[in-house]
């Protein structure tokens, strides 16, 4: 567990350093775009289009306002995915049940799944009984997905998937025992927040 560890890092999603407002707001009017619209409605002003100039900088000032909300709602959304899948988890290690924070879960450790609680990796399932999982995070599925650990034939959709489970998911009912494929940034999540 130790080296593999070493080798995928802790099972968290990893920031970005969180930007800071003012370099938010000031990164809506770096683009190559955005500098050409500032240089026409100058020349504007200085033929004596004070009206064209006006509406430009408008423009350029409401664009920016609205990528501004755009990018901090992205921010936050990562802080919120963040918190899904940081929980205490129970596995089997050197043959004993062991309780460790979610972040020290590495791929192949064997996990036990009970209800009520968030998936903190994606994980293939190997034992199940009346296991159901939300996946409305993930897949907009409002109803709790049925899962088995039966070997799907051929690739398949995230959304049909009933074999694996996935981070940031959370158990409705039954309980089980999977082996983790995918920690932190390699999980479906993770994809999605990145």
Do not use: W
Not at 21 to 36: A, G
Not at 87 to 101: C, E, F, H, W
Not at 121 to 137: H, Q
Not at 188 to 194: P, R, S
Request: charged content about 20%.
């Amino acid at each position: 567990a130790t080296q593999r560890l070493k080798k995928f890092g802790p099972n968290i999603l990893k920031a970005t350093g969180g930007k800071n407002i003012f370099l938010i707001f000031l990164s809506q009017f770096t683009s190559f775009l955005i500098i050409i619209l500032f240089i026409a409605s100058a020349i504007s002003f200085f033929l004596g289009e004070v009206v064209d100039a006006i509406l430009i900088m408008a423009i350029v000032f409401i664009n920016g306002i609205v990528g501004f909300i755009q990018e901090y709602k992205v921010e936050k959304t990562i802080e919120n995915l963040k918190k899904l899948v940081s929980t205490d988890i129970t596995v089997y290690r050197d043959g004993s049940l062991q309780k460790i924070p979610s972040r020290e879960l590495v791929p192949g450790d064997l996990i036990v799944l009970e209800e009520g609680q968030k998936v903190p990796a994606d994980i293939r399932i190997s034992e199940a009984y009346n296991l159901e999982v939300n996946e409305a995070s993930l897949t907009g599925e409002s109803t709790p997905v049925k899962k088995d650990p039966h070997t799907l034939s051929n690739e398949v959709i995230l959304a049909e998937r009933r074999n694996c489970l996935f981070s940031g998911t959370t158990i409705e009912t039954g309980k089980g025992l999977g082996i983790v494929i995918g920690t932190g940034m390699n999980t479906e999540l993770g994809k999605i927040a990145h």
